[in-house]
């Protein structure tokens, strides 16, 4: 058996037990662990790791303990401050596109709205998933850390807020795409991009008052939702401008 010390900096300790947050956590482990195994055993997904040094130099997931190693574990957030250390991952796909769970059905039309390819059913289960973040590749939005763990998951993020606005606004800050927003090219029922339509062709879809009123249509290149700038677009563009002011 050998022994180590592990700590973990900044939002990575909101994985971990109360009494382990912020401080330092000795284990006892296997001859040769990898170094992997027990950063996800105390609760921290790989997806969220971005550097681990051990005696303060660079290691990736494979490094095989030593006793008496000391090993920090650093998110994303912070990994610009290191001199130094070793990508854990290829760099995220872009231009960057995601899956979500099924409890993110709100964060998926919001990432939609603002033109993100975002993939989304209620009916995917976990395997699914993973399968689906790890071939195209995407990146897995998910609340369950459990899935984040899954051997094949590549790129994932675990949301911690509860509010879809918040969701959207932590993803965004995440993966730092203020500059690639691009609100109304995506269906957000189905995920489809948009495209300018003649009022003629969709004339038989559309109400009295808002054939009346408007002149100006997008339609869904998939399913063939009609999008128009009613009413409702105005609380639209209010909820695109809260979201850019936070970032």
Not at 185 to 204: F, S, Y
Request: net charge positive.
């Amino acid at each position: 058996m050998l022994r180590a010390t592990f700590t973990f900096y900044g939002n990575l300790n909101d994985f971990l037990a109360e009494r382990r947050r912020h401080a330092f956590i000795s284990l006892q482990l296997a001859e040769h662990a990898a170094v992997k195994h027990p950063i996800e055993a105390l609760g921290v997904p790989h997806p969220e790791v971005a550097a681990i040094l051990v005696n303060r130099q660079p290691v990736d997931f494979a490094y095989r303990l030593q006793d008496g190693d000391r090993v920090e574990v650093y998110p994303q957030e912070v990994v610009h401050l290191l001199p130094r250390y070793l990508p854990l991952r290829p760099p995220t796909p872009m231009p960057i596109c995601f899956v979500a769970d099924t409890h993110l059905g709100q964060l998926a039309a919001y990432l939609r709205l603002l033109g993100f390819d975002t993939l989304y059913r209620n009916d995917y289960d976990d395997a699914q998933l993973a399968e689906i973040a790890a071939m195209e590749p995407r990146v897995l939005l998910t609340r369950d850390r459990g899935l984040l763990k899954r051997r094949i998951v590549v790129h994932g993020y675990c949301v911690r807020e509860v509010d879809p606005r918040a969701q959207i606004v932590s993803v965004l800050r995440r993966y730092r795409l203020r500059g690639c927003i691009q609100p109304w090219r995506r269906c957000t029922h189905c995920n489809g991009l948009l495209r300018a339509v003649d009022k003629a062709t969709v004339l038989d879809r559309l109400q009295p008052k808002t054939k009346r009123y408007y002149d100006e249509f997008q339609q869904c290149a998939a399913c063939g939702q009609v999008y128009w700038q009613g009413s409702h677009f105005t609380q639209m563009a209010a909820f695109v401008d809260a979201v850019l002011a936070q970032l």
